[in-house]
């Protein structure tokens, strides 16, 4: 049996589902998995398992999933690849998509096949009105940036930022739909940096990561000793970058090596035992207040946003107001 798992940032899920079953009548092997602001990756995990559990060994599973390269995508390519089950993953959710799975899951023996032939049916149910406007064609999908083959020479090191810094951002999901289909038009970079010693020991999230990056911008993952060896490096001189950190201790490890950020956008933190929700999707604890305090006493400015149309919040001011400070 094919069983069928919605997922969605926020709360998209559960209402497509809704919708479906007001036209399709409901369908008991259509499950749902929501991605709430608050959450981190360990429970959207969760989420995903405690659905799974309930399958039959022999079930295969189709994901259906509103972004590629956000967080409910790239856990559920991760189960795919470390599950037991036969499964297969659409993006781009829509109604048309959802109401020709239930219709089609029990004819189409392939699933496989059943994902290509639900992603045309997803394109198919989006149309315009009016259908035909004269001399207008849809927008252009961007091509990817073609970077020439780096010279290679010496190392020369100047003790000072040589990168074009656009954005440093400490996010617990690092890359993910928020921050490619957001943040990347909003900063104009054309390279990302997830710095992480951890992720760069894990080869299935460094290749979800490269798998999240926008057609237009190219992702790497580097340890932070390497961030520390480039930063003044003459042949990076100009390069426009992202820089996504995990954890404010990784930052302060960059700033404790005497590079400076101007700014750092707190965009989200997980909530674990032990820490206080200062936004809905920034978690702190005592060692966090103190490395952010240390690091604003160094000079570093932190402002707190998801979104690059959210408002700023200052840091300080939010610890104040949960008398963290």
Same mark, same amino acid.
């Given at each position: 049996?094919?069983?069928?798992?919605?997922?969605?940032?926020?709360?998209? %899920?559960?209402?497509?589902?809704?919708?479906?079953?007001?036209?399709?009548?409901?369908?008991? $092997?259509? $499950?749902?998995?929501?991605?709430?602001?608050?959450?981190?990756?360990?429970?959207?995990?969760?989420?995903?398992?405690?659905?799974?559990?309930?399958? %039959?060994?022999?079930?295969?599973?189709?994901?259906?999933?509103?972004?590629?390269?956000?967080?409910?995508?790239?856990?559920?390519?991760?189960?795919?690849?470390?599950?037991?089950?036969?499964?297969?993953?659409?993006?781009?959710?829509?109604?048309?998509?959802?109401?020709?799975?239930?219709?089609?899951?029990?004819?189409?023996?392939?699933?496989?096949?059943?994902?290509?032939?639900?992603?045309?049916?997803?394109?198919?149910?989006?149309?315009?009105?009016?259908? @035909? @406007?004269?001399?207008?064609?849809?927008?252009?999908?961007?091509?990817?940036? !073609?970077?020439?083959?780096?010279?290679?020479?010496?190392?020369?090191?100047?003790?000072?930022?040589?990168?074009?810094?656009?954005? @440093?951002?400490?996010?617990?999901?690092?890359?993910?739909? /928020?921050?490619?289909?957001?943040?990347?038009?909003?900063?104009?970079?054309?390279?990302?940096?997830?710095?992480?010693?951890?992720? %760069?020991?894990?080869?299935?999230?460094?290749?979800?990561?490269? /798998?999240?990056?926008?057609? $237009?911008?190219?992702?790497?993952?580097?340890?932070?000793?390497?961030?520390?060896?480039?930063?003044?490096?003459?042949? #990076?001189?100009?390069?426009?970058?992202?820089?996504?950190?995990?954890?404010? /201790?990784? !930052?302060?490890?960059?700033?404790?090596?005497?590079?400076? #950020?101007?700014?750092?956008? !707190?965009?989200?933190?997980?909530?674990?035992?032990? *820490?206080?929700?200062?936004?809905?999707?920034?978690?702190?604890?005592?060692?966090?207040?103190?490395?952010?305090?240390?690091?604003?006493?160094?000079? !570093?400015?932190?402002?707190?946003?998801?979104?690059?149309?959210?408002?700023?919040?200052?840091?300080?001011?939010?610890? *104040?107001?949960?008398?963290?400070?």
């Amino acid at each position: 049996m094919v069983q069928i798992i919605i997922a969605s940032h926020g709360g998209m %899920a559960a209402g497509i589902k809704q919708s479906s079953e007001m036209i399709f009548g409901v369908q008991p $092997n259509i $499950n749902t998995v929501t991605f709430l602001p608050a959450e981190g990756l360990e429970d959207l995990t969760a989420k995903y398992n405690q659905v799974i559990n309930t399958f %039959a060994a022999t079930d295969e599973i189709l994901f259906l999933i509103d972004l590629w390269g956000g967080s409910p995508f790239n856990v559920a390519s991760s189960i795919q690849a470390t599950g037991s089950h036969k499964s297969a993953i659409v993006t781009g959710l829509n109604l048309p998509m959802v109401i020709e799975a239930a219709g089609v899951q029990t004819t189409m023996t392939d699933i496989e096949e059943m994902a290509h032939y639900l992603v045309g049916i997803a394109k198919e149910g989006i149309r315009s009105l009016p259908e @035909v @406007v004269s001399n207008v064609e849809p927008a252009d999908v961007p091509q990817a940036i !073609v970077h020439a083959a780096p010279v290679q020479r010496a190392a020369t090191h100047t003790g000072h930022m040589e990168l074009d810094v656009r954005l @440093v951002r400490i996010d617990s999901r690092l890359l993910h739909g /928020q921050v490619a289909t957001g943040w990347t038009k909003s900063a104009g970079q054309e390279r990302i940096f997830v710095v992480s010693d951890t992720v %760069a020991q894990d080869e299935m999230r460094k290749t979800l990561i490269t /798998q999240a990056a926008p057609a $237009n911008v190219t992702a790497s993952v580097i340890p932070i000793a390497k961030l520390i060896d480039i930063y003044d490096d003459t042949r #990076f001189h100009g390069v426009k970058v992202m820089m996504l950190f995990e954890t404010p /201790q990784d !930052v302060k490890r960059v700033t404790d090596a005497g590079i400076i #950020f101007t700014s750092v956008n !707190v965009g989200s933190m997980t909530y674990t035992d032990g *820490k206080t929700m200062i936004t809905n999707a920034v978690a702190v604890d005592a060692d966090d207040v103190a490395d952010f305090n240390s690091m604003m006493a160094a000079g !570093v400015r932190f402002e707190v946003r998801q979104t690059p149309r959210d408002s700023e919040q200052d840091l300080t001011t939010l610890f *104040k107001k949960k008398k963290l400070v």
